[in-house]
């Protein structure tokens, strides 16, 4: 069974930033493409970024150039470094996982962490 625990979420303010981290067990994460999602309230979940087991990535037009992905497959981590935040990336922030290196068929999550960004 594949578990996700996230960290690093907290209130900044505008323009500052956070990094997220997605700490997996029950897998060799090297075997899985990783995702992160938000949910802002009222909203359901949105695809924010994504990474496969080969490195390569995705991004929502919305975070492109401020948000980067990153694994860590020694570590068995991912990571979400977000830069320049905006009130309007105030969400839960989900890090998910699936079953396939290369498929991105997201069904493992994590319980989520809170960002706020004040105005």
């Known amino acids: 069974q594949v578990q996700l625990v996230e960290s690093g979420g907290g209130l900044v303010q505008a323009g500052g930033s956070l990094r997220l981290s997605c700490a997996a067990s029950?897998?060799?994460?090297?075997?899985?493409?990783m995702a992160w999602y938000r949910q802002a309230p009222g909203k359901p979940r949105d695809l924010v970024a994504l990474?496969?087991?080969?490195?390569?990535?995705r991004y929502a037009d919305s975070v492109k150039g401020r948000f980067i992905i990153s694994r860590d497959n020694a570590k068995n981590t991912v990571y979400l470094q977000m830069n320049s935040l905006q009130p309007e990336d105030t969400a839960v922030y989900y890090c998910?996982?699936?079953?396939?290196?290369?498929?991105?068929?997201?069904?493992?999550w994590g319980q989520g962490t809170q960002v706020t960004v004040s105005s």
């Open positions: 029950g897998t060799s994460l090297r075997a899985n493409a």
């Open positions: 998910a996982a699936s079953d396939y290196s290369e498929i991105y068929a997201f069904k493992h």
């Open positions: 990474i496969s087991g080969r490195g390569n990535t």
